[in-house]
Nanobody
Framework: QVQLVESGGRLVQEGGSLRLSCAAS????????MGWFRQAPGKEREFVAT????????YYADGVKGRFTISRDNAKNTVYLQMQSLKPEDSAIYYC???????????????WGQGTQVTVSS
């Protein structure tokens, strides 16, 4: 069992930066791949980024590639999402999730956090 708690979301201006954190409980965190997803009002939840258990493999959605960076610190049971050059279309609730492999589909993820709101103003 893994419990996830996101933090770091807030209102930020277009072009700004933000780092989201996702703290996990449980001794098995380091065995899970972790993903970030987001959902804007009226839209489907979409994949943002994922990282494998060791942090050696990362994958990104095309729309965030080059602007977002996913990383993890297994000693702290935490995964991060560094976001730069933010755009209004990045506004959404951001969720972290845990899975057995670095999937891009949200249906493959077993555990989810409650989400943190990111709002980018123009």
């Amino acid at each position: 069992q893994v419990q996830l708690v996101e933090s770091g979301g807030r209102l930020v201006q277009e072009g700004g930066s933000l780092r989201l954190s996702c703290a996990a409980s449980g001794r098995t965190f380091s065995t899970y791949s972790m993903g970030w997803f987001r959902q804007a009002p009226g839209k489907e939840r979409e994949f943002v980024a994922t990282i494998n258990w060791g942090g050696t493999g990362t994958y990104y959605a095309d729309g965030v590639k080059g602007r977002f960076t996913i990383s993890r610190d297994n000693a702290k049971n935490t995964v991060y999402l560094q976001m730069q050059s933010l755009k209004p279309e990045d506004s959404a609730i951001y969720y972290c999730a845990a899975a057995r492999a670095p999937f891009k589909s949200d249906t493959e993820y077993d555990y989810w956090g409650q989400g943190t709101q990111v709002t980018v103003s123009s």
